[in-house]
């Protein structure tokens, strides 16, 4: 490692903190770390003073003693005791590598500080000159100098400054680029604050965190890089000694000996892993403000609601909940959604961002992020129970009954694969179809999405296509497999308005060909109620209405539903009067509270509503509701907007 | 590198490899000037006479006169400077101060052993840390078994720390003296190369393992392996074809950044095993204070890491063009 993580920037990109690994001080890597080195300290301190003496202390009558009980590694070729030798040399191995940090990182930080504040061309020159200096090893360069300074501690000490320099200029000037492109660097610019000032005030504080997480490993790397130069006869010189050369004397013996050669390798490995240690407490302590609480929270699991499987449905779900642990705290985006889907219906799914509509779809598809976990009722796909199914039989009814199609486009597909590759490698691996049929099947699929191209198309790469064919080729690979629902998680969000009706009328046509049902997740309630045939509307992780399309312009009567249809633009609307919102904001997703999670932003709110909260009860022939004072239906005038809201 | 005049930007979007190209092959050109001035300075900057140094203090005052007139010490600097350039063009590296050999000869014999060392070790780090790292990903994502993890990271963590010198000190009292395994010293047939090699790469691995796993969980969490993921590929497919790829590319880019450190470590290592390479012949000329041979030797390892990084740079732009020349 003496090699690679001289440079700090090496170091900062080598370790792998995910958020297990990440201590901190309280966490036994943090004991550990703090006991390391307290022992290194106490050497340093009290090792030269208690045995100083007796490591310089010939005996010519015990040359070159292998360990006794007198010498525990034996003496060297003045009988000197090699193991007081060793506890004494701590402080001349660790106070130089300390130094030679601070140089380093004094200088380098400097240099690259300077390119956050000065002129476009001298910070293209600055960044050039670093980037010059990085090329070359450090610990080359160290050796360059340390020859050039003539050899001794002095000499290596600044050897090492030089080297380490660079490493440090380039993480600064990493981390001040960031602090420029803010917008408080931009009116600090604006007035007028002098370089230096800014340099002082604002570009440092704000990247200490981060350089002195830097310094600590870069010091850890120094020590061994010291100790290599010592080793090689360029840094302490005798009669002075560090681990480096008493390594390298115990080498010459190592035929007859090993351990003179091995102590002092372990003592530098030993401070080298300390040095580390401490950088990744440092990060996990800077880490922990962004790290999510590992506490679980045991789910809750009402009892079964035994609704008898239908054939009729594709898909029947029954109060799904999933919990998502954070950083603040476990929150519960989805809390009881009930939902079922009937062969070849459409059905919508709308709510504002945060109602947990995405994550609905993700756990019905099984396809929920790590830590995130779902709990059911009832969870019935394709007349299965998910509980009385192996997860294989699962994963094979899932993987060709199901197919889903997602938000974005651009990060939907392997960028480096071919889109004939990613379209046909489903239906290879289920149905073992071989490759010039999947290719076959492929093409016609294209067809039936009006795409252009054929084998051309099949084999470029999705980057050679737009929004809107890398939508409509995400359509035809859904349907590569004849699904009986495809989830379409905001398939239009990201493309423009025209490409979005093309869209919809494809998922139209894959419906009625193929009696697909299809579950169209939205925040666009108009288009909602245009495409599809029956409407759930999520708030705060449940489903408060499930209504048909066709009534949601006039039949809703949960407020928020309501509230929602009306915040909803027509060419009828009075362009004076402001559109409707709705006040206040999404609910607590921390919050257990009890009661409609609607009911602080309801007009209509009764007492009950803070208590208790609602559960979806029928109201009418395919309608249900959850609320306790549903809102009577919208007087007969609003027909017109009825057919406005069908267009 | 934001692009300095417009015409420039046009030649960039129109001929990306061109300019890419160019570029790297500046910075290279700049680089080898720095690497060959220095080592020209070396020799001119040690404190000291550095040829009374190496001859001797009782050496006679015309042997380090005569000495000092066949190194042209005594002309100015600057026609030292084209002598200096004159030679090296010739591929003349002056003569060693103490045995009065051609450095050139010396460098001719000792450079293969040290890169065959170097890229013998390279290759071991990649074919270890390259699937290691992937396996590990794969058996401690989203948290999963979080004691292999710490046992990953702690072991890593350690390895990554251990000086490639200090364990070659190790190595050699563990398994050359005591157990008598490998030979303790020198190029005497292809079980030599065990410990050298093994000296050099286990530091580098341990660090590629991690970069390894850390770039194979952040491409798990991408948007595109979730749509992977819904497809329900086997196993293997899923890993082979949508994250393998990806994650090699990115871990490729910092492997080839641990390649330089990897020669320079290559003078320690050497040293330790009296590896008939260049890096050995530099330590023992460092304490022999030959310095005609350590800026040869500088000139030569220092040369060797800015090839190796133009390469590798080139390699990568060939692997994933996009992304690279972008940022050229």
Known sequence: MVLSSLSPSASRAAPGRTRASRPGWASPMGVITLAMLGSLAVLAVAGALSWGRAADRPDPSAVLRGPTADHLLGTDHLGRDLLARLLSATWLSLLPAVAATLLGAAAGITLGALTAVVGGRARRLLGALINLLLAFPALLVAMFFAALFGAGAGGAVGALAVACAPGFARITQTLAAQVAGTDFMAAARVLGLRRHRLLLRHVLPHIAEPLMLSTTVAAGSALVALSGLSFLGLGVQPPSYDWGLLLSQGLDRVYTEPLPAVAPGIAIVYAAVAFQLLGEVLAGAAGRRTRPHPEEEPGARPARAGRPASADHVLEVEDLRVVLPTTDGVIRPVRGVTLALRRGEMVGLVGESGSGKSLTALALADLLPDGARATWATHRFLGADAESSSRKERRGRLATGMAMIFQNPASAFNPSLRIGTQMTEAVRAHRGTPRAEAVEQALVQLRRVALPGGRRLLRSRPFQLSGGQRQRVAIAAASMMRPDLVIADEPTTALDVTVQRQIMELLRRVRRDDATAILFISHDIALVADACDRVLVMYGGTVVENLPARELAVGARHPYTRMLVASVPDLAADRDRPLPTIEGGPPDPFGAAPGCAFHDRCPHRLDRCAVESPVLSPLGPGHEVACWGPLPSAPRPGRNETEEAEK | ?328
């Open chain 2, 1 to 328: 590198m934001t692009t300095v005049s417009p015409r420039l930007g046009a030649l960039a979007r129109h001929h990306p490899w061109v300019v890419f190209c160019c570029r790297r092959a500046v910075r290279l050109t700049v680089s080898l000037c720095v690497v060959v001035t220095a080592s020209f300075a070396m020799i001119r900057l040690v404190p000291g006479d550095p040829v009374r140094a190496a001859l001797g203090v009782d050496a006679p005052p015309d042997l380090v006169a005569a000495k000092r007139r066949q190194l042209g010490l005594d002309h100015g600097l600057p026609e030292q400077y084209r002598q200096y350039l004159r030679q090296l063009a010739h591929g003349d590296l002056g003569v060693s101060l103490v045995t009065g050999e051609p450095v050139a000869d010396l460098v001719r014999a000792r450079l293969p052993a040290t890169l065959l060392l170097a890229v013998l070790a390279f290759a071991c780090v990649l074919v270890v840390a390259l699937p290691g790292g992937l396996l590990a990903a794969l058996w401690t994502r989203g948290g999963r078994r979080p004691r292999s993890e710490l046992a990953f990271t702690a072991t890593t963590a350690v390895l990554a720390g251990t000086p490639d010198f200090v364990l070659a000190a190790g190595l050699t009292a563990g398994l050359a003296v005591a157990l008598r395994l490998f030979p303790v010293a020198g190029d005497i047939g292809p079980q030599s190369y065990v410990l050298p090699v093994l000296a050099l790469a286990v530091a580098p691995t341990a660090v590629l393992l991690r970069i390894v796993r850390v770039e194979t969980l952040k491409v798990l969490a991408t948007d595109q392996l979730r749509a992977a993921r819904a497809k329900r590929l086997p196993a293997r497919t899923l890993w082979l074809r949508h994250v393998a790829p990806h994650t090699l590319t990115a871990s490729l880019t910092l492997a080839g950044n641990l390649l330089p450190a990897l020669i320079a470590g290559t003078v320690l290592v050497e040293k330790v095993f009296a590896w008939p390479g260049i890096g050995s012949a530099m330590a023992q000329s460092v304490a022999a204070q030959d310095y005609a041979v350590v800026e040869a030797s500088v000139l030569v390892l220092g040369s060797a890491v800015l090839v190796v990084n133009f390469l590798v740079d080139l390699a990568l732009a060939l692997l994933d063009p996009r992304s690279v020349i972008r940022r050229t």
